[in-house]
């Protein structure tokens, strides 16, 4: 079975530089995460979507990022303009419903380095 | 509001030998737990959980974990490492509930198994 596919794996932008993130859930899953992953604040929710619809987007650190699901196979997160501070590991991940108790799924995670 | 704490930044034991990894939570309302593991360059896994019922959970790779409500803890368990089992391990924590989504994760702890 196909799990969370984000791309790109690996991305090296420069300061100032639009960076987009992609992501296609598991299918038939209809609850997705973005995570964001750094040694000195471990793993933090970015942004939380049901039904493709954003539900929590309180993790959003300022509106250099944005994130959208314009359908139940696709989301994007995106960041613009970048800046060495944003560089961490961003993870998405899927869940069959929105409810803690269901296990969510992790993609392997897209790591960014902005220089 | 929930936390997590892991009270080990880094495990290091010989391959074969017993393992603990603490975690411990505050939560002012009723919580579901979970244990993650982190493989290298990886997503992250769950390895088990626990919603209700025994407070003994079994999960995979032959882990297991305790809910101590009194304890406030749910400490992971494997009584032989394997070279294999080499990763970061997230204990996380949210809100019982249908409707809880958001999982607060501990900083993470990194067992190194020594051969």
């Known amino acids: 079975d196909a799990g969370v596919i984000q791309s790109p794996r690996h991305e090296v932008t420069e300061m100032g530089q639009e960076v987009t993130l992609r992501c296609k859930p598991i299918?038939?899953?209809?609850?997705l995460f973005w995570y964001r992953q750094t040694m000195m604040r471990g793993l933090e929710l970015l942004i939380y979507?049901?039904?493709?619809?954003?539900?929590?987007d309180s993790g959003m650190p300022e509106d250099r990022f944005s994130a959208k699901m314009p359908n139940a196979s696709f989301s994007t997160l995106k960041i613009q303009p970048s800046e060495p501070r944003d560089s961490a590991v961003y993870f998405c991940?899927?869940?069959?419903?929105?409810?803690?108790?269901?296990?969510?799924?992790f993609g392997e995670g897209s790591w960014l380095t902005v220089v | 509001a929930q936390s997590v704490t892991q009270l080990d930044s880094q495990v290091p034991v010989f391959e074969e030998a017993p393992v603990e990894l603490r975690c411990n939570y505050s939560?002012?309302?009723?919580?579901?737990l979970f244990w993650y593991v982190q493989y290298p360059n990886q997503g992250l896994q769950l390895l088990l959980k626990?919603?209700?019922?025994?407070?003994l959970v079994k999960g995979i790779n032959g882990f297991e974990a305790e809910f101590n409500k009194s304890q406030t803890s749910f400490h992971l368990r494997k009584p032989s490492v394997h070279i294999s089992d080499t990763a970061e391990y997230f204990c996380?924590?949210?809100?019982?509930?249908?409707?809880?989504?958001?999982?607060?994760f501990g900083k993470g702890t990194k067992l190194s198994v020594i051969p």
């Open positions: 991940a899927s869940s069959s419903t929105g409810g803690a108790g269901n296990t969510i799924y």
């Open positions: 996380a924590v949210s809100e019982a509930g249908a409707g809880s989504y958001q999982l607060t």
């Open positions: 299918s038939g899953h209809n609850s």
């Open positions: 979507f049901n039904n493709n619809v954003p539900i929590d």
């Open positions: 626990y919603l209700s019922g025994s407070t």
């Open positions: 939560s002012s309302v009723s919580v579901y």
